[in-house]
């Protein structure tokens, strides 16, 4: 029975961890290259920028926002997962983020500002 108890913590615990602390996504496509190649397993830290419930669009807390040079995962107008190197903040509150690799990247060129509401984190490791 103490088995069965410490898998059940174990389960939850990973999963409470991935919902609000950190997350694991697969990078797609090209435009981070050479940064970040397609396929690689990024580290997401969805505390960087403040707390959010999941599945929910705004922060409850927000305590800081990307700056340039920081490489976000946050959803675009779209709703698609995207993967991005801030560049700055632009007018009205929202933020410019570009792929590295210009030439292969769908990115605020493209769709314009990106809100804080869409961040989901900061990439920490990969």
Same mark, same amino acid.
């Given at each position: ?37 397609? /396929? ?28 340039? /040079? ?54 920490? /490791?990969?």
């Amino acid at each position: 029975m103490n088995v069965i108890k410490a898998v059940i913590l174990a389960i939850s615990t990973a999963f409470i961890l991935k919902l609000f602390v950190f997350d694991f996504i697969i990078a797609q496509g090209h435009s981070m290259e050479p940064a970040i190649k397609d /396929g690689t397993v990024l580290i997401v830290n969805r505390l960087s920028y403040g707390i959010r419930l999941p599945f929910v669009k705004e922060f409850i807390i927000n305590w800081a926002i990307p700056k340039p /040079g920081e490489v976000v995962v946050f959803y675009t107008p779209d709703g698609e997962l995207a993967v991005k190197r801030c560049v700055m903040l632009t007018e009205f509150g929202g933020l410019h983020f570009e792929g590295d690799n210009g030439n292969a990247s769908y990115d605020s060129r493209s769709y314009g500002p990106v809100y804080v509401s869409s961040i989901v984190g900061k990439v920490i /490791g990969h």
